[in-house]
């Protein structure tokens, strides 16, 4: 009787129902959104500033970052996630502090 598998009071304290966390298939959806937002919102504010001035540095920064958007997309389909997610958040400011360091 006492092998019986009993349910472990100090491992159930943490799982309320407050503690919702996200499946592995709504993580990488989650983030796909997240990617393909952030590429859409490149792709405008590249556009606006190559009406603004027309530059290589401007094409480049911009460019560097939709292609990063779309290789986060693709890690995520891949299920690499985390990896994706510290790329696109470090990639993303890189982009918008080299555009504000950089690009006159």
Sequence with gaps: MADQARPD???????GPEERRLTPRQARRLRIA???????AMAVV???RI???SSVLVVGV???????CGIVIELSRNGR???GTWLLVVG???AIGSDWL???
């Design 51 to 53: 009406a603004s001035r």
């Design 92 to 94: 993303l400011v890189a």
């Design 81 to 83: 996630t985390r990896l």
């Design 34 to 40: 997240l990617s393909s937002v952030g590429m859409a």
């Design 46 to 48: 590249l556009a606006l």
């Design 102 to 104: 950089l690009i006159p």
């Design 62 to 68: 911009y460019g560097l970052a939709l292609i990063l």
């Design 9 to 15: 009071p100090v491992a159930q304290l943490g799982a």
